[in-house]
């Protein structure tokens, strides 16, 4: 199968290059810049361009662009870097939602258009959920990460109106051991500094990095729509700052109260405190299988693949 994937330089496009290339797919990468070898595609996602003519025919396209949202957590206490402002929060929608256009609109007119489009998406479609568990057949919550993943995920219509199957992986919070949100929480437990924020008890969804590779991969075959990507297993935030104390042998008891998080984070504190309990009804029923169904194994893989 020949698969484009754009957001190639991230934590999971990085990680599924390789991954698809190791399971004999031809993968071709979207760049911003002039292309610099056969295998890559120059697009211009928010000046709505591709280069069709270079990206020629392909049987599916991954799409994983677009601005970093978080939670980083531990580390946007310490900097405050991820204080919200207008700027970064038009920066994260409209890299997302114009991408995502720029993109369903370029494959919606090609003449033999990609049977799939894996347009990535993220649980913050369902907002606060607190104790209640929910899946894809929940409706969308409600503040402004809610509200981007809706318009996000409607991008891609002019893709699915083209008769393109269209899937929206709703990603986790994915456990790695060298990128994204642990690779900032890693070091910071090493130093025995971690604890819990908050009570504590709000729910994080995780999925391990392999297991979101594995589904990506699976979704080129199967599905449509919203798919959650979380193990089925959510964890609370305290169950996770245990684990990762006893994983390292560090101390994890010194818990960051919600008004350092509010002090710090502003607007953005209610996502970090926020309780996502998501459930991925659709991986379940459709028989695939989890190598990391709990918080423990995903961070023991995470912790040793680092």
């Keep these: 199968m020949r698969v484009a994937v754009t957001g190639a330089s991230g934590l ?8 698809l290339r190791a399971q004999g797919h031809d993968v071709v990468r979207f760049v911003r810049r002039a292309s610099g070898s056969p295998d890559e595609v120059t697009w211009d996602p928010m000046g709505g361009t591709v280069d069709m003519a270079a990206l020629g025919a392909v049987d599916a396209v991954v ?9 980083e957590t531990y580390r946007a206490i310490i900097t405050a870097s991820n204080r919200w402002t207008e700027s970064n929060k038009a920066e994260i929608r409209d890299s997302r939602v114009r991408g995502t256009d720029t993109l369903a609109r370029a494959l919606a007119g090609m003449a033999t258009p990609p049977s799939v489009l894996i347009s990535g998406s993220a649980i913050g479609f369902y907002g606060e959920t607190g104790d209640v568990e929910v899946d894809e057949t929940s409706p969308p919550g409600q503040g402004f990460l809610a ?19 269209v899937v929206h992986p709703r990603t986790g919070l994915v456990v790695s051991g060298r990128g994204g949100t642990w690779g ?3 070091p910071i437990f090493q130093f025995g500094v971690g604890g819990r924020l908050g009570t504590g008890r709000q729910w994080w969804s995780f999925i391990s990095l392999r297991d979101e590779l594995s589904a990506l991969t699976w979704l080129l075959d199967n599905l449509d729509g919203p798919v959650n990507l979380t193990a ?27 008004m350092a998080l509010d002090l710090t984070l502003g607007e953005f504190s209610s996502e970090v405190l926020g309780s996502l309990r998501v459930i991925p009804r659709k991986l379940l029923d459709g028989g695939f299988e989890f190598r990391d169904p709990t918080i423990d194994r995903a961070l023991s893989y995470a912790w040793s693949t680092r």
């Design 12 to 19: 999971i496009g990085g990680a599924l290059v390789p991954h």
């Design 63 to 71: 799409h994983l662009a677009g601005a970093p949202v978080g939670p």
């Design 232 to 258: 089925p297993h959510p964890a609370t935030n305290a169950e996770v700052t245990r684990q990762m104390g006893g994983l390292l042998r560090r101390p994890a008891g010194l818990p960051v109260p919600k």
């Design 184 to 186: 900032k929480l890693w």
């Design 147 to 165: 509200d981007v993943v809706v318009d996000w995920e409607a991008a891609a219509d002019p893709a699915r109106e083209a008769g393109i199957r």
